[in-house]
């Protein structure tokens, strides 16, 4: 099995070994996810080395192995698939994704004297909580929840997309023609594995957030 970082719940737990049970042309579509990226289309060179960083510290994808999501978020823009609306304070998706990649490296270098790309990873972080940190005011031109959310609901379709990223939350992948037989709490079909600690992870989650913040203020400081 392979996941994000090599972090999971669910040990000994693998989608593709399923993958016998999809039809062919499910199965295609998910094993090309894990194939090489496909070189960019829609960013530029300049565009991709800040946003791959960006996206990486958006997914807290700090280790190997690392789904590449710029290259799923690249091809959806060059082909023009987005969600099919965006807000009325934004540009289209595309324009309103080459404008903040600009702005967050104007950032860096204003903040840091270095491009975003060249930052150490707690720098690239203190940029992007800035971002989040602005929700309710605006960044740079645009309103920040929104840029907020244009990021973010891009790099999770992305990621969340992907069987590495599926085998860290225990997801059984397409049900489809295989479906599901023991349906309800608790339940599990015999090919699925049970969490090695089931305890709820919000409150670790909280006091990471918390540790983060305050090495963010830190940082702040030290400017």
């Not at 091809?75 to 934004?90: F, K, N």
């Not at 891009?154 to 489809?176: S, T």
Request: some cysteine.
């Amino acid at each position: 099995m392979t996941t994000p970082g090599n972090a999971g719940r669910f040990d000994g737990y693998d989608v593709l070994a399923q993958a016998n049970h999809w039809d062919a042309v499910t199965q295609g579509v998910v094993l090309r996810r894990l194939g090489p990226p496909a070189p960019l289309r829609f960013f530029t060179e300049a565009e991709g080395a800040v946003a791959r960083p960006l996206l990486d510290r958006l997914l807290g994808q700090d280790e190997e192995p690392r789904i590449d999501v710029l290259a799923d978020i690249d091809s959806r823009l060059a082909l023009e698939v987005t969600d099919g609306w965006h807000y009325a304070d934004l540009p289209h998706d595309g324009e309103a994704w080459r404008r903040t990649l600009a702005w967050l490296d104007d950032d860096a270098r204003d903040r840091f004297g270095a491009d975003f790309a060249q930052l150490e990873r707690a720098q690239q972080a203190a940029l992007v909580q800035a971002v989040q940190d602005r929700i309710g005011d605006s960044w740079h031109e645009f309103p920040a929840r929104q840029v907020w959310s244009l990021w973010t609901r891009y790099a999770c379709a992305a990621f969340y997309a992907h069987p590495w990223a599926w085998n860290e939350i225990g997801f059984g992948g397409p049900a489809y023609p295989r479906g599901y037989k023991n349906i309800g709490l608790d339940k599990r079909e015999p090919w699925e594995k049970p969490e090695r600690d089931a305890h709820d992870p919000v409150p670790w989650v909280r006091r990471t957030e918390t540790a983060r913040r305050k090495h963010l203020d830190t940082l702040r400081g030290a400017e």
